[in-house]
């Protein structure tokens, strides 16, 4: 059974940093593009980073480009996405979400194959 777990969200001030934590099971991370999705209140959900590991390809959102990085332990069990300087739009509900690629090379879509339970994270100015 694939299981994603979000973990590691909270409250900061503008500028600060987090970094958040999918522990994955059931699967083997170089079948899938493992990436971070977040949700405002009243706004659309929105990609933010995605990570294809047998390609070794990422992906960003532009408004995220330089402060956040998405990256996973030797293990490949757990994804991480480091969070600095980061803005009050950053105030959001941060999901991690699986999507089966095997050796096509494509990274995270709208339509990902699994979702896990998100984790807050707040963002003070």
């Known amino acids: 059974e694939v299981q994603l777990q979000a973990s590691g969200g909270g409250l900061v001030q503008a500028g600060g940093s987090l970094r958040l934590a999918c522990a994955a099971s059931?699967?083997?991370?170089?079948?899938?593009?493992i990436g971070w999705f977040r949700q405002a209140p009243g706004k659309e959900r929105e990609e933010v980073s995605c990570?294809?590991?047998?390609?070794?390809?990422?992906s960003y959102a532009d408004s995220v480009k330089g402060r956040f990085t998405i990256s996973s332990d030797n293990a490949k069990t757990t994804v991480y996405l480091q969070m600095n300087s980061l803005k009050p739009e950053d105030t959001a509900f941060y999901y991690c979400?699986?999507?089966?690629?095997?050796?096509?090379?494509?990274?995270?879509?709208?339509?990902?194959?699994?979702w896990g339970k998100g984790t807050q994270v707040t963002v003070s100015s």
């Open positions: 059931g699967f083997d991370f170089d079948d899938y593009a």
């Open positions: 990570m294809n590991f047998r390609a070794g390809r990422t």
């Open positions: 979400a699986g999507r089966i690629v095997y050796y096509s090379g494509r990274l995270c879509s709208r339509d990902m194959d699994y």
